[in-house]
């Protein structure tokens, strides 16, 4: 027993080296159970604020920009507009209205709600950005982000009371699949961790027409992002010689490093999608 | 000025030009600039071992937070704190050097040489350890080490910078003092 007690005098500092080593490490490892952890919450919350003080101030430097994909976004909007459309002629045929105006409310699937970029990073192996609008402001995990002109940001990975962390798709462990438009093949999108803005699509197979330039869009298979944002258009496409796929690597819609306002979309189906896929789970135990 | 304000201070400092000035500094894929780490080539020579490491820990992990991916500067930051003492005793000149000073410089550390090697291999085992770890989920030796050897000589250039910038006076104290 003496002997143990000296051995733990002799080498605390490396025993005391080698626990902090060793906590750092399963943190990395087990960042999913951390971030589910209360700390994280008040963690987020504390970097959110400084984060917000400190965005007050670079704000002003980017209004510019931000204005040019306001307007931009305006202008698509406009052209949605009904007053663009001509109502057809019913003095010969007679058209039904199936459309009940007062329960359009009632089939609403998709809600978006603006939120305020307060950090953004690009530069990292995982990027992330925080937004200032937490679950007090209707945010959920695994709501999806965009940004004004539809390209596809991430998914919200982590809430606190005013504030809410986004996993974008410059993240090794984002996982969001994409479509393309012409063919409508699906894969699933990669980061290699180097270029920002650069993504790689994997998944589609050789038969697949692919070309420079192609639209890349979401699928809608996840109850995060409707289907039809943009993602992104193809940069290349080279046929991998390993497996029957194409690599193919694009540049994302949504421009990472001027990212000023996004939107999150709220799937009002979210929830009922997600108890029917619960009850498979306890059918198949 | 106290030592423990001091180092509260420069603690909170380099953490926020960390993350609101070199994080948005996008040089290059290849180049992050660090220098949140100087907090612990700074620490003074007197500081325990086993503290130098909780402090380092606490600076890690702050940064962590705001990376909001934890436990990789941590690692970094702990395991240069446990290296930190070997190299004070290895690099300093004569006997009592770090009784005399407070914490290193070029001044306590007898000259540019010792300091400069001392400054260099810490952020290289900084460097080096936390692109291992995050290197572990992409894989390729040679944009590991060249993205190590090319942050370390841009961090090198900041910290040499920030030594010139803000000249730390350090008197010599003795023992009578």
Redesign the interface.
């Known amino acids: 027993m003496r002997n143990i007690f000296l051995f733990i005098r002799r080498y605390f500092n490396l025993l005391l080296f080698l626990c902090l080593q060793g906590f750092s490490i399963y943190l990395i490892v087990h960042y999913s159970r951390y971030h589910n952890a209360i700390f994280s919450g008040v963690s987020n919350q504390v970097t959110g604020k400084i984060n917000q003080q400190f965005n007050r101030v670079e704000y002003y430097f980017q209004l510019k920009r931000t204005n040019d994909s306001l307007v931009k976004a305006n202008a698509t909007l406009y052209n949605k507009l009904k007053a663009d459309f001509e109502l057809p002629d019913s003095t010969t045929h007679t058209f039904i209205d199936s459309l009940k105006i007062d329960s359009v409310e009632g089939y609403r699937k998709y809600n978006y709600y603006p939120a305020k970029v307060v950090y953004n990073s690009v530069a990292a192996q995982n990027n992330f950005l925080v937004l200032s609008r937490g679950t007090a402001q209707h945010v959920k995990i695994g709501m999806g982000v965009i940004d004004p002109n539809s390209g596809v940001v991430g998914v919200i990975t982590d809430v606190s009371k005013d504030y809410s962390v986004v996993m974008s798709l410059l993240h090794k462990d984002s996982r969001i699949s994409g479509k393309l438009l012409k063919g409508g093949e699906t894969g699933t999108l990669n980061w290699d961790g180097k270029t920002p803005n650069i993504i790689s699509l994997t998944g589609i197979p050789k038969g697949a027409k692919v070309a420079k330039g192609d639209t890349i869009i979401s699928s809608g298979f996840s109850t995060s992002i409707p289907i039809g944002m943009l993602i992104g258009r193809v940069e290349e496409a080279v046929p991998d010689k390993g497996s029957s796929n194409f690599l193919i690597k694009f540049r994302s819609a949504a421009n990472f490093y001027n990212l000023e306002y996004v939107y999150i979309i709220e799937n009002k189906q979210a929830e009922s999608i997600k108890a029917i896929l619960d009850n498979i789970k306890k059918k198949d135990q | 000025m106290n030592t423990l304000v001091k180092n509260i201070l420069r603690f909170a400092l380099l953490i926020l030009v960390q993350v609101?000035v070199l994080?948005k500094?996008?040089l290059h894929?290849m180049v992050?600039p660090y220098l949140y780490f100087l907090f612990i080539l700074w620490m003074p020579f007197r500081m325990k071992?086993?503290w130098q490491?909780?402090v380092a820990?606490a600076l890690?992990f702050t940064l962590?937070?705001?990376?909001?991916?934890?436990?990789?500067h941590?690692?970094a930051c702990?395991?240069i704190a446990?290296i930190r003492p070997f190299l004070v005793n290895l690099l300093i000149p004569q006997e009592g050097a770090d009784t005399n000073y407070e914490e290193p410089s070029f001044k306590s550390m007898g000259g540019f040489l010792p300091y400069f090697i001392f400054i260099g291999v810490l952020t290289l085992i900084h460097h080096g350890w936390l692109f291992l770890?995050?290197a572990w989920?992409?894989g390729n030796v040679w944009?590991f080490i060249l993205k190590t050897l090319l942050s370390t000589a841009v961090s090198l250039l900041l910290i040499l910078i920030t030594e010139l910038l803000f000249s730390r006076k350090q008197s010599f104290r003795t023992n009578t003092a």
């Open positions: 609101y994080d500094i996008h894929q992050t071992r086993s490491m909780l820990f890690g962590d937070s705001f990376r909001h991916h934890p436990g990789f941590t690692a702990v395991l446990y770890l995050e989920q992409f944009y």
